[in-house]
């Protein structure tokens, strides 16, 4: 199914699978403050077991032991470049990452909605009919989820960047395709509660593509 | 003095938005186009850049919401 959706991804995108896991995204985004590659470059990639935080959660003050309290229990933590709260990778989660380059001002929801058009219509390929938008109780909820019958399939977030006149923005889906997602969840909370916050996520807000794409097939339209 | 604003066209409508972090302590010297502060907005992180080089004078607290085109800082 990971798989299958990855080489939809690619085919329909020109969109290389790569396995240079987070640190992708950092040289991405440099290559394209340096006119190294152009707007709409997309990469998919998939990362080992782990949480991933934004540098704001990472600030915290209880974050160093709230890490190692989650590495112990088979969860260590990664910093990424954007913003939002705790989310997971790990095998059955599909990331997926784009640049959008623009000389001068930039603002996200472009990165946001071409990043996403593209998921939606690869999922369409595979019989997942998505849509964009906020998934109460979700974790690491937003504006540019993707879902599926108001259940969060994908979270999305975005860092930008200028240098030289240049402004770049690199958007980050991170797709649960299959797995257990209230494992995933009871990880998150566990750490943001080290962290001294108060997190209660609905396991029923998610869905994995496979899910979704059974419901699909058991109850077609 | 040069004004640091938060560019107006940086998001649209009126999201919620702060700097979730300063890079330097007021008073510090800051170069020309130094990252002074990371700007979050949602769930997207902006970097927001010294104009010149000279002394930062902050005006907004960390985690305070700041809105487009607003007055941020100064650099003497």
Redesign the interface.
């Known amino acids: 199914m990971e798989d299958r959706l990855a080489a939809w991804l690619a085919a329909q995108s020109d969109a290389a699978i790569d396995d240079l896991d987070m640190a992708g995204d950092t040289t991405m985004l440099e290559d394209a403050l340096d006119g190294r590659i152009v707007s709409g470059r997309m990469r998919i990639w998939r990362g080992p077991q782990r949480l991933v935080v ?3 959660l990472a ?1 915290l003050p209880g974050f160093a032991v709230a890490a190692e309290y989650s590495a112990r229990d088979g969860w260590p933590v990664a910093v990424r ?4 709260t705790t989310v997971v990778h790990r095998p059955g989660i599909l990331n997926v990452s784009r640049v959008h380059i623009a000389e001068g ?5 472009q990165g946001y909605r071409s990043l996403c058009a593209g998921i939606i219509t690869a999922l369409n390929r595979i019989g997942v009919a998505a849509d964009i938008g906020t998934v109460a109780g979700s974790h ?1 909820d ?3 989820n993707i879902r599926w019958n108001d259940r969060k399939l994908a979270g ?7 240098r030289n006149g240049r402004t770049a ?1 690199i958007a980050h889906a991170n797709i649960a395709v299959t797995g257990d997602i209230a494992e995933d969840i009871a990880a998150i909370e566990a750490f943001e509660r080290r962290l001294g916050l108060e997190p209660v996520y609905d396991p029923g807000a998610h869905v994995t593509v496979e899910a979704a794409q059974r419901y699909g097939i058991i109850n077609p339209p | 003095m040069t004004d640091v604003t938060i ?1 107006a ?4 409508g009126d999201l919620e938005a702060s700097i ?2 300063w890079f330097y302590e007021d008073g510090d010297e800051v170069a020309a186009n130094a990252v002074i502060a ?1 700007i ?8 927001l ?1 010294a104009p010149v080089a000279g002394t930062l004078r902050r005006l907004v607290a960390e985690e305070e919401p700041i809105v487009r085109g607003q007055r941020v800082a100064h650099i003497d």
Do not use: F
């Open positions: 934004s540098p704001r600030r470049l954007s913003g939002g001002g930039i603002n996200a929801e690491c937003g504006r540019h999305t977030s975005a860092a930008i960047r200028q923005c | 560019p066209d940086l998001w649209d979730s972090a990371e979050m907005v949602e769930k997207t992180s902006y970097e850049l």
